[in-house]
């Protein structure tokens, strides 16, 4: 089944039509974003940083509604790492305030599209008015079957692998486990992201190209898609783009 829409691409400041076509039975099942470039969006117009992540926020709307159109089953969002306590305090405490102006707002239209929101991350140090938003979101969309809308809130994936291996290694130590029975599946269980599986497509936006320590175990054999654009100025048209990419790739697994 086939998908057609018109896509505006920018090319030398001039806009031209693109048609995109979509598999729509190859839409990849979980997708990754690291939503990058909105300080460099705002100073680029002469704003402060922090009305690029207000705008950014905007964006977040878009594109999970996009992805639930395409039926993407898992959208994993990388809101918030482990090295971005190191920003300015104000700018710190303006994205902290984020979760909760976004769930304020959009809330109600994630329920009523069946969206089922989750977070996963390091709670210690997160204020607690955006771990109260965040767990009311979860709770009240924890029997929606939809689209799950996974936050990385305060994450880091050494952070991640580290506090695994040591669960695993306390469990072997209890004898609930035996050393010879730790493969990569079961390594695999214990991230947190186990639920929602290993991400097909990871998307980055803002030029950047590195994973900023996102899904370091997971991404193994993730297709990656880098963009020039800012975070704020992506669109639905993006992701569709990002996705006929990944359907125009063969995913070898490391065969032939």
Same mark, same amino acid.
């Given at each position: 089944?086939? %998908?057609?829409?018109?896509?505006?691409?920018?090319?030398?400041?001039?806009?031209?039509?693109?048609?995109?076509?979509?598999?729509?039975?190859?839409?990849?099942?979980?997708?990754?974003?690291? =939503?990058?470039?909105?300080?460099?969006?705002?100073?680029? +117009?002469?704003?402060? +940083?922090?009305?690029?992540?207000?705008?950014?926020?905007?964006?977040?709307?878009?594109?999970?509604?996009?992805?639930?159109?395409?039926?993407?089953?898992?959208?994993?969002?990388?809101?918030?790492?482990?090295? %971005?306590?190191?920003?300015?305090?104000?700018?710190?405490?303006?994205?902290?305030?984020?979760?909760?102006?976004?769930?304020?707002?959009?809330?109600?239209?994630?329920?009523?599209?069946?969206?089922?929101?989750?977070?996963?991350?390091?709670?210690?140090?997160?204020?607690?008015?955006?771990?109260?938003?965040?767990?009311?979101?979860?709770?009240?969309?924890?029997?929606?079957?939809?689209?799950? /809308?996974?936050?990385?809130?305060?994450?880091?994936?050494?952070?991640?692998?580290?506090?695994?291996?040591?669960?695993?290694?306390?469990?072997?130590?209890?004898?609930?486990?035996?050393?010879?029975?730790?493969?990569?599946?079961?390594?695999?269980?214990? =991230? =947190?992201?186990?639920?929602?599986?290993?991400?097909?497509? /990871?998307?980055?936006?803002?030029?950047?190209?590195?994973?900023? %320590?996102?899904?370091?175990?997971?991404?193994?054999?993730?297709?990656?898609?880098?963009?020039?654009?800012?975070?704020?100025?992506?669109?639905?048209?993006?992701?569709?783009?990002?996705?006929?990419?990944?359907?125009?790739?063969?995913? +070898?697994?490391?065969?032939?």
């Amino acid at each position: 089944m086939l %998908n057609k829409l018109t896509n505006l691409t920018k090319t030398n400041n001039k806009e031209s039509k693109k048609d995109i076509q979509l598999d729509l039975s190859r839409i990849p099942r979980h997708i990754a974003i690291i =939503m990058d470039g909105n300080g460099r969006w705002a100073k680029k +117009r002469g704003l402060p +940083r922090v009305a690029g992540h207000r705008e950014g926020m905007k964006v977040v709307r878009k594109v999970v509604k996009r992805a639930n159109e395409l039926g993407v089953k898992a959208l994993t969002m990388y809101a918030f790492s482990t090295e %971005n306590w190191k920003r300015p305090k104000p700018e710190v405490e303006f994205i902290m305030k984020l979760p909760e102006q976004f769930l304020l707002t959009y809330l109600p239209e994630l329920i009523e599209e069946n969206v089922q929101v989750r977070i996963m991350g390091e709670k210690k140090g997160v204020p607690s008015y955006t771990l109260k938003a965040v767990h009311e979101a979860v709770e009240r969309t924890k029997h929606n079957d939809g689209l799950i /809308l996974n936050f990385a809130l305060n994450y880091g994936s050494r952070y991640e692998i580290t506090q695994a291996v040591r669960q695993l290694a306390s469990e072997i130590e209890e004898g609930k486990i035996k050393s010879e029975e730790v493969d990569e599946k079961l390594i695999g269980s214990y =991230m =947190m992201s186990s639920e929602v599986g290993d991400p097909e497509l /990871l998307i980055r936006t803002s030029g950047e190209i590195r994973l900023s %320590n996102f899904m370091l175990w997971q991404l193994a054999y993730t297709e990656l898609w880098f963009t020039d654009v800012y975070w704020p100025d992506f669109t639905a048209s993006d992701l569709d783009q990002a996705i006929l990419d990944y359907q125009n790739r063969g995913r +070898r697994f490391g065969g032939v």
